[in-house]
């Protein structure tokens, strides 16, 4: 699931993420949010502020 919203030259994204990896040779998973803020600079997409907590 994830949520957008823009003004003007910002966009806000709310997102729910899950990942599976190998930790010290043990598998491993998680869940979360995360929150991204992207603005647009001199023509180009950048991102400004990424947040993840579980």
């Known amino acids: 699931m994830s949520e ?5 030259h910002v966009a806000v994204c709310r997102y729910l993420f899950a990942w599976t990896g190998v930790v010290n040779g043990e598998l491993r998973s ?3 949010r995360g929150t ?6 001199d023509g180009k997409l950048k991102m400004l502020h990424e ?3 579980s």
């Open 4 to 8: 957008w919203s823009t003004i003007q």
């Open 30 to 32: 998680g869940q979360g």
């Open 51 to 53: 947040h993840l907590s």
């Open 36 to 41: 991204n803020v992207i603005v647009r600079r």
